[in-house]
């Protein structure tokens, strides 16, 4: 089974920064599209960032682009994702999605998401 495990969500005050991981088992890591996702209280889930398993191509929502930085490490099937200047509007649940075929709205497979805090 694949398994997709998040970590390093935390609380944080705006301004501040924190990095996510994630964590791929049982799938081919280096084959997959790649992407991280959020959902805010009371809101649709959003795409966030993205990155493919080939060149390691990065894709970016509006509202990350020039905060967020989205990475990969394929000898430790992991993604990352490195927010700064973070604000209070980033607050939320964010998933992990991966699998071998890219889709916007989320791939196959699901972490079970890490919580983001930001507020004075």
């Known amino acids: 089974q694949v398994q997709m495990v998040e970590s390093g969500g935390g609380s944080v005050q705006p301004g501040g920064s924190l990095r996510l991981s994630c964590v791929v088992t049982?799938?081919?890591?280096?084959?997959?599209?790649m992407g991280w996702f959020r959902q805010a209280p009371g809101q649709e889930r959003e795409f966030v960032a993205g990155?493919?398993?080939?060149?390691?191509?990065?894709y970016y929502a509006d509202s990350a682009k020039g905060r967020f930085s989205i990475s990969r490490d394929n000898a430790r099937a992991m993604v990352s994702l490195q927010m700064n200047s973070l604000q209070s509007e980033d607050t939320g649940v964010y998933y992990c999605?991966?699998?071998?075929?890219?889709?916007?709205?989320?791939?196959?497979?699901w972490g079970k998401g890490t919580a983001v805090t930001v507020s004075s």
């Open positions: 049982g799938g081919t890591f280096r084959r997959y599209w």
């Open positions: 990155i493919a398993w080939d060149d390691g191509r990065t």
């Open positions: 999605s991966g699998g071998p075929y890219y889709n916007r709205r989320g791939m196959d497979y």
